[in-house]
């Protein structure tokens, strides 16, 4: 509020302040406007000092007697803001604000050009920002580069807060004083309680201290497992000097705990962390960025001083492209001098004066951008510096790579600017990409086995006559420093022993080398749980079902009269009568000709249902393959509970990764059949259990899809569970800036771009049609691949040759059905890493791609919506439901959109079709909108996969319910559901329906039943 030029009198003389330099606050006194802030401003504990001999004048003048005004009433405008920032650290260096907002400000304050303090107080800094008239709130991010504090964008509310707050480090909280801010502080800051038998305490500083929603996800000997999930993370316990901290319960006898550092998906500093008691004790001290392990406060912190120099054990912002070539995204240019650093053990450590320790080459500035034909490439790396190894190097690059590596930058006067690690896929596919087999490789009857790991100091193989170590025996193996592949001929006596390798191998992140026994990659054969790969011959008459060699999939003219139907293994027989007890769950299920579930498979097919769509029946690691240890669940008990409750949800959550059920989507080894589907997980069973079930559905006229995940695995670092990523670190997974495993799939993203993890792609779906007779290949997430890797696994299966007599290695005889998930995004979203197999780039390839356009328009809404959104069988604008609010004519308006959603996909969703829109206009396909994208995409009705429901989210029928008026019949609900499944059938293209979307399948509205058991999934 302005109160017009105001005179103060002191004794015999006066001062005359001009307008603009006098506001009232909120209290009632006047006070000082500081200088806009485009003008410098000096401390305010300086200007304070120029006005004091004035400030005393007027006091004694006065003498207390300065006229008050009146308080003004609740103030909602102001005509500026201050913003005040406290760091405990009192470290302001380069924190700026962006504003946004009713600021004249906007647009010119950028986020690279933050605006600058105002000037410094005791408190700390503060910003003033000139707000437009009438403005009622202003918009701030206090930030240093992209290091925001405390995180989220923030508002300041002038009717809520006034016109100045005061602001702490890592807080939202907006405080009135300097005093009640420090006050919070003080209070705030607990000491952590000491550890105990049954606590441990983990403490965490950020460098911004902004903490708000980072929390501590947890598993292992923990009574948190399972109640601590992803998106309810552990919250901090507490506040203290050092940072936030987490006092975590384990159970009595625990000697370790699993955790995770979090805030929603960001992970710090990514990959899984294991708190070892015996090496670290009860209590640790972590740092952002790093997943080191510190004993005490003091070493945390002096450690964040170096990392502030670079990390090269959790961070690998380099990478080394070709043998030659080593690119980094940095903004320095020829000038600096980089630096290669290398040790063959490890021991290269980051000071504050640089890198310390290994030996040095000198790497050539070759330009601050990419050329072109690596630019293709790596696409996401075309603006970073391109450095060369010099040519007297070369030869020792492949000796390199199996140390600890590191590059450094110095400014010409001295001045360290950065150091990281190095990112190795490129070079590796240089050196050492190759198709030559993998895996154990028959040669009559002597077996040789073969496993790549060119980083590898060592590798040797540990060979047993049973799934454990006793009677073990070690045997050395043998590089081939071309190709990288390890290998070792055995003996016919070595068929049926189990086995492992033992990896010696550099890991970055331990900055060490270390030895792991792991399973392997390439395992045709396991043991129960996976623990040891099993030696095995795919072409023993012992392992093929009777006519193995002879039998052949059911005819099929196209790929357009291909129909599809979804199954779990495990539902289709868990609760089948008619099937015995010990087979239920089983592959062998399906070679019971007359049990129920197989008779309506053969009415199914007789009414035009071509392929059964199996879920992932490769190995699982989250399903406990001894079913001794299995929880039974109890039908009856949950029979007698109240329909309409959630009770049942609970009862089954208390047996949850107890019961072997899951869907599967968790993959362990790519090429063994499941062994929990099996009447016997220990063995070769699973191998003709499975062909057995292949056999059968074919004698019945149905072929088989394998729903296949080689976008990511389960477990990597050095999990248990983990198998490519012991083998050869950092190769296998696709990594994000920092080098750390991007997990935008929900786990550990592997990178079919890098040639090796692309060739065991191709290999495994080789094997699976070759040696399994599968017909086809659902790929989970394929927008997680690249076009190309998805064309190079079409070319491999295509033509394919017709059964050999062994039955074992050649095939079968015409080319499998490729269909799958077009999704765009996470890290390779609109084709950053390259172009990706999403549904636009795969047009044209004959590829199918599921179709979520008939999906959403048909049922209304999307999977993140609120279910209650209707659509063309729902409801929408002809019987709307409580839920929808919207205008008749709104509603009609939309469903016109939606039934030219649904023409378009009823016409195979083709781009280029023809047709007059529901405004009276021709249109081609893809010119009718989908939520911003053409709703056509396909060249040819193949790539059209046309479905409503399928495994995850609402079934179809459970999403009437949510989305059909309440006081609906059943029998309209009925209809509604028939309707729907005849736009899926009389589409052109490939239909696929969901298993019993035919009987009007419910899941209790269940949208992601992966792992709630029988009562909720079973048929």
Same mark, same amino acid.
């Given at each position: 509020?302005?109160?017009?030029?105001?005179?103060?009198?002191?004794?015999?003389?006066?001062?005359?302040?001009?307008?603009?330099?006098?506001?009232?606050?909120?209290?009632?006194?006047?006070?000082?406007?500081?200088?806009?802030?485009?003008?410098?401003?000096?401390?305010?504990?300086?200007?304070?000092?120029?006005?004091?001999?004035?400030?005393?004048?007027?006091?004694?003048?006065?003498?207390?007697?300065?006229?008050?005004?009146?308080?003004?009433?609740?103030?909602?405008?102001?005509?500026?803001?201050?913003?005040? !920032?406290?760091?405990?650290?009192?470290?302001?260096?380069?924190?700026?604000?962006?504003?946004?907002?009713?600021?004249?400000?906007?647009?010119?304050?950028?986020?690279?050009?933050?605006?600058?303090?105002?000037?410094?107080?005791?408190?700390?800094?503060?910003?003033?920002?000139?707000?437009?008239?009438?403005?009622?709130?202003? &918009? !701030?991010?206090?930030?240093?580069?992209?290091?925001?504090?405390?995180?989220?964008?923030?508002?300041?509310?002038?009717?809520?807060?006034?016109?100045?707050?005061?602001?702490?480090?890592?807080?939202?909280?907006?405080?009135?004083?300097?005093?009640?801010?420090?006050?919070?502080?003080?209070?705030?800051?607990?000491?952590?309680?000491?550890?105990?038998?049954?606590?441990?305490?983990?403490?965490?500083?950020?460098?911004?201290?902004?903490?708000?929603?980072?929390?501590?996800?947890?598993?292992?000997?923990?009574?948190?497992?399972?109640?601590?999930?992803?998106?309810?993370?552990?919250?901090?316990?507490?506040?203290?000097?050092?940072?936030?901290?987490?006092?975590?319960?384990?159970?009595?006898?625990?000697?370790?705990? &699993?955790?995770?550092?979090?805030?929603?998906?960001?992970?710090?500093?990514?990959?899984?962390?294991?708190?070892?008691?015996?090496?670290?004790?009860?209590?640790?001290?972590?740092?952002?960025?790093?997943?080191?392990?510190?004993?005490?406060?003091?070493?945390?912190?002096?450690?964040?001083?170096?990392?502030?120099?670079?990390?090269?054990?959790?961070?690998?912002?380099?990478?080394?492209?070709?043998?030659?070539?080593?690119?980094?995204?940095?903004?320095?240019?020829?000038?600096?001098?980089?630096?290669?650093?290398?040790?063959?053990?490890?021991?290269?450590?980051?000071? +504050?004066?640089?890198? +310390?320790?290994?030996?040095?080459?000198?790497?050539e500035f070759v330009s601050d951008n990419l050329p072109q034909e690596l630019a293709a490439k790596w696409p996401h790396l075309s603006t970073a510096v391109l450095l060369k190894v010099p040519d007297e190097a070369l030869e020792i690059v492949p000796?390199?790579?199996?140390?600890?590596?590191?590059?450094?930058?110095?400014?010409?006067?001295?001045?360290?600017?950065?150091?990281?690690?190095?990112?190795?896929?490129?070079?590796?596919?240089?050196?050492?990409?190759?198709?030559?087999?993998?895996?154990?490789?028959?040669?009559?009857?002597?077996?040789?086995?073969?496993?790549?790991?060119?980083?590898?100091?060592?590798?040797?193989?540990?060979?047993? @006559?049973?799934?454990?170590?006793?009677?073990?025996?070690?045997?050395?193996?043998?590089?081939?420093?071309?190709?990288?592949?390890?290998?070792?001929?055995?003996?016919?006596?070595?068929?049926?022993?189990?086995?492992?390798?033992?990896?010696?191998?550099?890991?970055?992140?331990?900055?060490?080398?270390?030895?792991?026994?792991?399973?392997?990659?390439?395992?045709?054969?396991?043991?129960?749980?996976?623990?040891?790969?099993?030696?095995?011959?795919?072409?023993?008459?012992?392992?093929?079902?009777?006519?193995?060699?002879?039998?052949?999939?059911?005819?099929?003219?196209?790929?357009?009269?291909?129909?599809? !139907?979804?199954?779990?293994?495990?539902?289709?027989?868990?609760?089948?009568?008619?099937?015995?007890?010990?087979?239920?769950?089983?592959?062998?299920?399906?070679?019971?000709?007359?049990?129920?579930?197989?008779?309506?498979?053969?009415?199914?097919?007789?009414?035009?249902?071509?392929?059964?769509?199996?879920?992932?029946?490769?190995?699982?690691?989250?399903?406990?393959?001894?079913?001794?240890?299995?929880?039974?669940?109890?039908?009856?008990?949950?029979?007698?509970?109240? @329909?309409?409750?959630?009770?049942?949800?609970?009862?089954?959550?208390?047996?949850?990764?107890?019961?072997?059920?899951?869907?599967? !989507?968790?993959?362990?080894?790519?090429?063994?059949?499941?062994?929990?589907?099996?009447?016997?997980?220990?063995?070769?069973?699973?191998?003709?259990?499975?062909?057995?079930?292949?056999?059968?559905?074919?004698?019945?006229?149905?072929?088989?899809?394998?729903?296949?995940?080689?976008?990511?695995?389960?477990?990597?670092?050095?999990?248990?569970?983990?198998?490519?990523?012991?083998?050869?670190?950092?190769?296998?997974?696709?990594?994000?800036? &920092?080098?750390?495993?991007?997990?935008?799939?929900?786990?550990?993203?592997?990178?079919?771009?890098?040639?090796?993890?692309?060739?065991?792609?191709?290999?495994?779906?080789?094997?699976?049609?070759?040696?399994?007779?599968?017909?086809?290949?659902?790929?989970?997430?394929?927008?997680?691949?690249?076009?190309?890797?998805?064309?190079?696994?079409?070319?491999?299966?295509?033509?394919?040759?017709?059964?050999?007599?062994?039955?074992?290695?050649?095939?079968?005889?015409?080319?499998?059905?490729?269909?799958?998930?077009?999704?765009?995004?996470?890290?390779?979203?609109?084709?950053?890493?390259?172009?990706?197999?999403?549904?636009?780039?795969?047009?044209?390839?004959?590829?199918?791609?599921?179709?979520?356009?008939?999906?959403?328009?048909?049922?209304?809404?999307? @999977?993140?919506?609120? @279910?209650?959104?209707?659509?063309?069988?729902?409801?929408?604008?002809?019987?709307?439901?409580?839920?929808?609010?919207?205008?008749?004519?709104?509603?009609?308006?939309?469903?016109?959109?939606?039934?030219?959603?649904?023409?378009?996909?009823?016409?195979?969703?083709?781009?280029?079709?023809?047709?007059?829109?529901?405004?009276?206009?021709?249109?081609?396909?893809?010119?009718?909108?989908? &939520?911003?994208?053409?709703?056509?995409?396909?060249?040819?009705?193949?790539?059209?996969?046309?479905?409503?429901?399928?495994?995850?989210?609402?079934?179809?029928?459970?999403?009437?319910?949510?989305?059909?008026?309440?006081?609906?019949?059943?029998?309209?609900?009925?209809?509604?559901?028939n309707l729907a499944l005849d736009l899926v059938a009389y589409a052109q293209g490939v239909p696929f329906f969901h298993a019993g979307s035919e009987i009007l399948r419910s899941k209790s509205l269940d949208r992601d039943s992966y792992d709630s058991?029988?009562?909720?999934?079973?048929?």
């Amino acid at each position: 509020m302005n109160l017009g030029s105001t005179t103060f009198v002191c004794g015999t003389g006066s001062i005359t302040i001009p307008e603009e330099g006098v506001k009232r606050a909120d209290d009632g006194t006047i006070a000082l406007t500081p200088p806009p802030p485009e003008t410098p401003m000096p401390k305010r504990t300086s200007l304070f000092a120029l006005l004091l001999p004035l400030l005393t004048g007027l006091t004694l003048a006065l003498t207390g007697v300065l006229p008050t005004l009146a308080a003004p009433a609740t103030q909602t405008t102001c005509e500026q803001a201050v913003i005040h !920032y406290h760091r405990r650290s009192a470290d302001y260096e380069g924190w700026g604000l962006h504003v946004w907002g009713a600021t004249p400000l906007e647009g010119q304050v950028t986020w690279q050009e933050p605006l600058k303090p105002a000037g410094e107080d005791d408190f700390g800094i503060y910003w003033v920002i000139p707000l437009r008239e009438g403005a009622e709130s202003v &918009n !701030y991010i206090v930030h240093k580069g992209d290091t925001k504090d405390p995180g989220p964008d923030q508002t300041l509310a002038f009717a809520d807060a006034g016109c100045e707050i005061y602001l702490t480090q890592g807080r939202a909280d907006q405080y009135p004083s300097a005093e009640a801010a420090l006050e919070a502080i003080a209070v705030s800051l607990q000491p952590a309680p000491p550890p105990d038998e049954t606590h441990v305490v983990i403490h965490y500083r950020r460098t911004a201290e902004d903490y708000d929603g980072f929390g501590l996800h947890v598993w292992g000997p923990t009574p948190l497992e399972g109640t601590v999930t992803w998106g309810s993370p552990l919250p901090p316990a507490g506040q203290d000097e050092y940072g936030i901290y987490w006092v975590v319960e384990v159970n009595a006898d625990a000697d370790h705990l &699993n955790y995770i550092v979090h805030r929603g998906d960001e992970k710090d500093p990514g990959p899984d962390q294991t708190m070892n008691f015996a090496e670290t004790g009860r209590e640790i001290y972590l740092i952002q960025g790093s997943g080191e392990q510190f004993p005490d406060a003091e070493t945390a912190r002096q450690a964040l001083l170096v990392a502030g120099v670079g990390d090269i054990k959790n961070k690998a912002q380099a990478h080394w492209l070709t043998r030659r070539y080593i690119a980094w995204p940095v903004p320095y240019g020829k000038k600096a001098v980089f630096t290669l650093f290398y040790a063959p053990e490890g021991g290269i450590t980051v000071t +504050q004066q640089g890198l +310390q320790g290994g030996r040095q080459i000198q790497l050539e500035f070759v330009s601050d951008n990419l050329p072109q034909e690596l630019a293709a490439k790596w696409p996401h790396l075309s603006t970073a510096v391109l450095l060369k190894v010099p040519d007297e190097a070369l030869e020792i690059v492949p000796e390199i790579l199996k140390g600890q590596i590191a590059i450094q930058v110095v400014a010409p006067d001295g001045q360290v600017l950065g150091a990281t690690g190095l990112q190795i896929p490129g070079v590796l596919d240089d050196l050492y990409a190759n198709d030559e087999p993998l895996g154990i490789v028959w040669e009559a009857d002597t077996p040789t086995l073969r496993v790549w790991a060119p980083t590898a100091k060592r590798v040797r193989l540990i060979l047993s @006559p049973s799934p454990s170590a006793d009677g073990a025996e070690t045997r050395d193996m043998t590089l081939d420093p071309v190709t990288g592949i390890w290998s070792i001929t055995g003996e016919p006596s070595w068929k049926g022993m189990y086995y492992r390798y033992e990896v010696s191998v550099f890991v970055r992140q331990e900055g060490k080398v270390l030895t792991s026994q792991v399973t392997d990659p390439y395992s045709i054969g396991l043991s129960m749980n996976s623990t040891w790969s099993l030696i095995v011959d795919l072409d023993d008459p012992a392992l093929q079902p009777e006519n193995w060699a002879e039998s052949a999939p059911p005819p099929l003219a196209a790929p357009e009269d291909i129909v599809l !139907y979804e199954l779990h293994i495990r539902d289709f027989s868990a609760r089948d009568p008619s099937v015995p007890p010990e087979l239920r769950g089983t592959y062998l299920a399906f070679t019971l000709p007359d049990s129920y579930g197989v008779r309506h498979l053969k009415r199914l097919a007789a009414a035009g249902v071509t392929h059964i769509h199996l879920l992932p029946a490769f190995d699982i690691a989250t399903i406990d393959e001894d079913k001794s240890t299995w929880v039974p669940t109890d039908f009856d008990a949950l029979a007698a509970l109240p @329909p309409d409750s959630d009770q049942q949800q609970a009862f089954v959550a208390e047996t949850r990764n107890k019961d072997g059920y899951n869907w599967g !989507y968790d993959p362990y080894h790519y090429n063994t059949p499941e062994g929990s589907y099996s009447t016997n997980p220990e063995g070769t069973a699973r191998i003709l259990e499975f062909r057995q079930m292949v056999q059968a559905l074919h004698e019945i006229g149905l072929r088989v899809v394998m729903d296949v995940v080689y976008n990511h695995t389960h477990a990597s670092g050095l999990s248990e569970k983990s198998v490519l990523d012991k083998i050869v670190p950092g190769y296998y997974h696709r990594l994000d800036t &920092n080098g750390n495993i991007a997990s935008s799939t929900c786990c550990a993203n592997t990178a079919t771009e890098h040639a090796m993890m692309g060739k065991l792609m191709r290999d495994s779906v080789l094997l699976w049609q070759r040696a399994y007779h599968v017909d086809g290949f659902r790929f989970d997430l394929m927008g997680h691949h690249m076009k190309a890797d998805m064309l190079a696994v079409q070319a491999a299966l295509s033509p394919t040759p017709a059964p050999s007599p062994s039955g074992g290695g050649d095939g079968v005889g015409d080319s499998p059905y490729l269909y799958c998930e077009g999704w765009d995004f996470g890290e390779v979203a609109h084709n950053a890493r390259g172009v990706n197999a999403t549904q636009a780039n795969m047009a044209g390839t004959g590829i199918g791609t599921f179709n979520d356009r008939l999906r959403d328009a048909v049922r209304g809404g999307n @999977p993140f919506q609120p @279910p209650q959104v209707q659509g063309f069988i729902t409801g929408l604008y002809t019987a709307p439901n409580a839920a929808n609010d919207l205008p008749a004519n709104s509603q009609k308006a939309a469903l016109l959109d939606l039934q030219d959603q649904i023409r378009i996909s009823l016409a195979g969703n083709l781009a280029d079709y023809p047709l007059i829109n529901a405004e009276g206009n021709p249109v081609t396909g893809a010119q009718i909108n989908y &939520n911003g994208q053409p709703s056509g995409y396909t060249q040819d009705p193949q790539e059209n996969i046309v479905y409503v429901s399928a495994h995850d989210n609402e079934t179809l029928f459970d999403a009437i319910q949510y989305k059909a008026p309440r006081d609906l019949p059943m029998e309209e609900r009925v209809r509604m559901q028939n309707l729907a499944l005849d736009l899926v059938a009389y589409a052109q293209g490939v239909p696929f329906f969901h298993a019993g979307s035919e009987i009007l399948r419910s899941k209790s509205l269940d949208r992601d039943s992966y792992d709630s058991g029988d009562w909720f999934n079973a048929l």
